[in-house]
């Protein structure tokens, strides 16, 4: 498994003319790779797209998957069951299969384009509403009880109480969330036609499919800065997620 990520730094540090020779250590180091990587592909804008967007998507997704798990979980309503077939049926639907009538919906809001039409159509996922409502169900009720006897609403027993306690379902889903778009390329590839508007992703491709000529060593530079976010957030929150396996609701 570290193989393959040792020899793309690696071969990210070699000329062009060596880039492919399998070596575990190049005879000469090329940092001025990275330096042409970062200079003239356009990549610091497409991190910061692919930032904004993967951040946004994140938060925006946990909060409105945690209510919507939190509603099926606890709240009693007509049809409430049917409801939650239906959101689990959407997992076995390919991509593929609903690529173009979404991209005929977000053209017709008027979100081509634009940072909405890559934000908004990434946020709603089945699977994330499925692991709250599954994480919910088995809450303790005495927490929400003691709650409402201190005079808080639900929308205050959720957001105050069972929310700020859902960490252990909260970190793996942001991880999971934050490393879908950002290594997103199909949709932005199909939404966007503004070089503006380009992620991470789209970058990378460009710099491959740019022309008859490809600097391999410079793409695989550019790799290994497009790969720095994703180390840095396992790094950060690895501790989380050991955590939040041995973490209770009652103490």
Do not use: C
């Amino acid at each position: 498994m570290v193989f393959p990520i040792y020899m793309m730094i690696i071969s990210s540090l070699r000329s062009e003319t060596t880039v492919f020779d399998f070596q575990l250590l190049p005879i000469e180091f090329h940092f001025s790779n990275f330096q042409e990587a970062w200079s003239g592909s356009g990549l610091p804008r497409s991190i910061v797209n692919s930032l904004f967007i993967s951040v946004t998507v994140t938060v925006v997704a946990m909060i409105f998957h945690a209510m919507s798990g939190y509603a099926l979980a606890r709240l009693h309503f007509p049809g409430r069951k049917l409801i939650f077939a239906w959101m689990l049926s959407t997992l076995m639907v390919p991509f593929s299969i609903i690529m173009l009538p979404l991209y005929l919906i977000t053209k017709d809001l008027g979100m081509a384009n634009s940072y909405w039409g890559l934000i908004v159509p990434s946020i709603f996922n089945a699977y994330g509403i499925f692991l709250f409502r599954q994480f919910y169900r088995d809450f303790p009720k005495e927490l929400e009880e003691a709650a409402y006897m201190e005079g808080l609403s639900l929308a205050g027993t959720f957001f105050r109480i069972a929310f700020p306690l859902s960490v252990p379902i909260i970190v793996p889903l942001t991880i999971g969330f934050f490393l879908a778009n950002w290594n997103s390329y199909l949709w932005p590839l199909i939404i966007t036609q503004d070089e503006k508007l380009w992620v991470i992703q789209l970058a990378l491709a460009h710099l491959v499919g740019g022309g008859y000529y490809t600097p391999w060593n410079v793409v695989l530079a550019a790799a290994v800065i497009a790969a720095i976010p994703t180390f840095i957030l396992f790094f950060l929150a690895q501790r989380y997620l050991v955590e939040g396996i041995k973490m209770s609701g009652i103490k």
